[in-house]
């Protein structure tokens, strides 16, 4: 729908044909005709704005009540996120986060209140609130219902605040995958014993991918190795058949999808731990088992 804006000159010009309104009183009249207009058309526009609808997430429901729930995204508008929470009885939240450069993972406590605002803290080495999250699970048709929980839960967006200076960035995340596990020990269902060692395992590996150190790469990787190109499965044997096709495999394309995934709080299961959205599997010393190509 097209709105015309008010004719102004229009207005004034039949104000001026009245000999019994004062020139002041036409101004008076004009003014309050415009601001009249003007705030019809901005009450009409703003009912037809799109708006984002908050959504309910129930922590009780079956499909995600004391399992772990990894959602992934953007802290701002070039840090990616990867967040994992553990919701329990009475609204109750545990959750770690992580970014690309982390080192560590973030310990975050907090609650879900009217299953749809998410309140979450972080705290520093001696114990005191550092920083928070609030945000709402809020609608959003789009998401893969694949996923396996209901649309109410899939989509969480925000502010993050910095207890410390005030700064408050925005975040948007989406439910990436629910599993089983315990959220300070994510990899067992893999074999891993300890998941920090394949966390550098899997730091190590990315960051070679984007200095392009071909060595350390090809170092990575356990052989032989399992390569999806070109719709095909391609097994490498050894460094040397890797580095042969290593232009072909690690693409621009490619060496951008790893760099935005987080080496950190990766997805598990019995085959495997996962960095990005199945881009790379590592087995649970750390190697690389396979690459993905898509």
Known sequence: ???????????????????????????LVARSVIVASLSTLTL???ALAPSMARADCDPAG??????????????????????VLRPSSGGKLEGRYANASSLSDTYLTGKLENKSRLHLTEFDAGGMPRATFEGDFTANDDVNRQRGAASSCEV????WKDLRNGRSVPF????????SGKIDHLYGVAGVSDDDTLNRAATQFRKGVLDDRRDVVAQSMR???????????LMLRNPKSLLARYNEIFTDAYVRTIG???????FARDQGVMLGEGAV????SGRVIALNRS
């Open 1 to 27: 729908m097209i709105f015309t804006a008010p004719d102004v000159d229009g207005v004034r010009d039949s104000l001026k044909t009245s000999r019994r309104v004062s020139p002041l009183r036409s101004r």
């Open 44 to 46: 009409l526009l703003t």
């Open 62 to 83: 079956r499909d995600i009540a004391n399992r772990l729930m990894t959602y992934t995204g953007q802290l701002g508008e070039r840090n990616p996120l990867r967040l």
């Open 156 to 159: 969480i967006s925000g502010q």
């Open 172 to 179: 948007e995340l989406a439910l990436a995958s629910i599993q």
């Open 223 to 233: 052989y032989p190795l399992r390569v999806s190109l070109h719709g095909k499965t």
């Open 260 to 266: 935005a995934a987080v080496p950190r709080l990766m």
């Open 281 to 284: 599997w590592f087995d649970a």
